[in-house]
């Protein structure tokens, strides 16, 4: 007779763990008014240059500061500091994604006192970062054009956790053979509610009304 084998899902005790951790770390910004925007992509897509973007079409608006957080160099920290942004960085020590409490000790390293807004810059990667639920108040994800518009049927659970998709790069619609439609099709088959926005971070065109909806839900998630 067989001895019969123990199955430990460990996956998915790891996952309820952290969304427990996630929901208290939501409760504790919400106590100190912080809104925590987590930013997921590939690399590439532009996260660095809309953030330098969204620092200039913010100002005035609301404090912005930044969480950088990569396997390794600050060298997105340090382009963000130069521009006169709040910013630190987190190495996760070889892990693809942040997760709550990873957050959490950013967060207070950051300092929280004086904070209203707080981009999390996550780790470069269309699949680990989705997985776990950093403890933010709202999850946007950039695409660039030259990705194509087919990432949402390949990349499904980033599009279904985000509340907001932002296009980077326009710019070069021309040279790309990139199909807004299918774009927004293959967007709205994954997750319906997701609002999408345009933008090129180069040339500034579409960043005011990115900067107009992540104060709407600042001001909402802070009253």
Not at 176 to 195: H, Q, S, V, Y
Not at 196 to 206: D, F, H, N, V, W
Request: glycine share 6%; charged share 30%.
């Amino acid at each position: 007779m067989e001895d019969k084998i123990r199955i430990i899902e460990v996956k998915r005790s790891i996952f309820a763990d952290n969304d427990a951790d996630a929901e208290r770390l939501r409760q504790e910004l919400k106590e100190k008014k912080v809104f925590l925007l987590n930013l997921m992509s590939s690399p590439g897509s532009g996260k660095t240059t809309t953030l330098l973007a969204l620092a200039k079409a913010l100002k005035g608006r609301i404090k912005m500061g930044v969480m950088e957080a990569d396997i390794d160099s600050a060298v997105d920290a340090e382009t963000m500091t130069k521009a006169g942004v709040k910013s630190i960085q987190i190495h996760t020590g070889g892990m693809c994604h942040l997760d709550a409490d990873m957050t959490r000790q950013g967060l207070y390293e950051f300092g929280l006192d004086d904070a209203e807004l707080v981009i999390l810059e996550n780790v470069g990667n269309l699949v680990c970062p989705a997985e776990f639920d950093t403890g933010a108040v709202k999850n946007m994800t950039i695409l660039s054009v030259p990705e194509g518009d087919d990432k949402p049927l390949k990349y499904p659970l980033m599009y279904e956790k985000c509340d907001l998709l932002v296009v980077n790069k326009t710019d070069v619609l021309p040279y790309f053979d990139f199909n807004k439609e299918k774009l927004e099709a293959n967007a709205k088959l994954r997750n319906p509610n997701i609002t999408i926005l345009y933008i090129s971070a180069k040339t500034g065109e579409g960043v005011e009304a990115l900067a107009d909806w992540i104060v709407k839900e600042a001001e909402s998630w802070r009253n």
